[in-house]
C-alpha cells in the first residue's frame, strides 16, 4: 500500500469510528491506519498567561529528536506559551521517555500516535515543532493527515531519504556499554561515554535517559536500546516518495543549522515539492540548533507563527 492510500485508509479508519453504526473494518497492511496499533504519548503541558487561548485553541505540539524526550524543550517551550499565548504540549515518542514501548519505531507509527493525542485531546488548528526524528514524524503527519495540522516547523531535517551519522550507532554503543555495567551513579555513566563522545554536552543529553528502576540503586536506560538499534537504518528514510501524491498546502518552517549536513542545498527543490509554502531560516549552528542557538531558534518561530500584519 502506498502512502496516499495509506492516508485514505487512515482517515477512513476515522470516519468508521466516528459512524453511530459501525461498519465492517476492511484489513489493510498499512500501519497506519489501525488506531490499535497506537500508543499514548506521556507529555508536558506549558500554559500560557491567564489571557492566552482556550487549550485546544491552535496548540503547539513539540517533538524531540532520537534518544531526546518531552524535556529537552522544556525551556524554549515556556517562551513560546508565554510570548504567543498558545498552549504548548511537549512529547514523549514512542520508546522515548515516559511514554510505552513498541516494537514498530517508524514515522507512520509514531505520526499515527500523534494523530491519536491530537484526536484524544479534541486539538484544533494545530502547529507542529519538531526536531531531526521529531521533524520527520512531523512532516508525516502533516501529510498524512493535513486536515489535523494548520502549520509545521521542521528543525534540522528534510522528507529526504538520508542516512543517519555514524554518531548514533557509536551511541548506541556506549548506552549499553553502561547498562551491562550496572553503574550507580552519573559520574560513573560518563565516564564511559567519553569513549564514545568527548562533547559533554551531548553526554549530558544521552544521560538524561538514564534512571532508577523499582527505586533500586543501579541506573539504566529507559530507551528500549535494542529496539531503536534495530531501527536506526529506516530512521533516514522518509515514507513518501513522490510529491506528486502528496502535498502539504498550508505553511512550513524548516530551520537549519549551517554547519549540519541534514538539510543540504541540493533538497530545498524538493522541499518546495512536498511543501510548497515553505520558508526556511538557516541559523550558525550544528545539528542541535535549539541547544545551541535557543534565542535564534524563538525569534525565527516566533516570527513565523506571530500574525501577520
Known sequence: MNPLSCAAAARLSLLRRAAPQRLPQR??????SSSSSRVPLAFEHHKPPKDGR????????FMHGLFGSK?????????????LKRHVYTLDLRNHGDSPHAPKHDYLAMSGDVAGFIEQHGLKSTTLIGHSMGAKTAMTLALTEPSLIANLVSVDNAPVDAALGTDFAKYVHGMRKIDESDVTKQTEADKILQEYESEIGIRQF???????????KVLKYKVPLDILAKTLNGLGDFPFKDPGQVRFEKPALFVR???????PDEVIPLIGQFFPRFSMVDIDAGHWVISEKPQLFLEAVIDFLSPKE
Do not use: F
Open 27 to 32: 484489513q489493510t497492511a498499512c500501519p497506519y
Open 54 to 61: 482556550h487549550h485546544q485553541d491552535a496548540p503547539i505540539i
Open 71 to 83: 524535556k529537552n524543550n522544556r525551556s524554549v517551550s515556556k517562551v513560546l506559551a508565554r510570548d
Open 206 to 216: 544521552l544521560l538524561g535517559n538514564l534512571h532508577r528502576p523499582d527505586g533500586g
Open 257 to 263: 543549522g549551517t554547519h549540519s549536513k541534514y538539510v
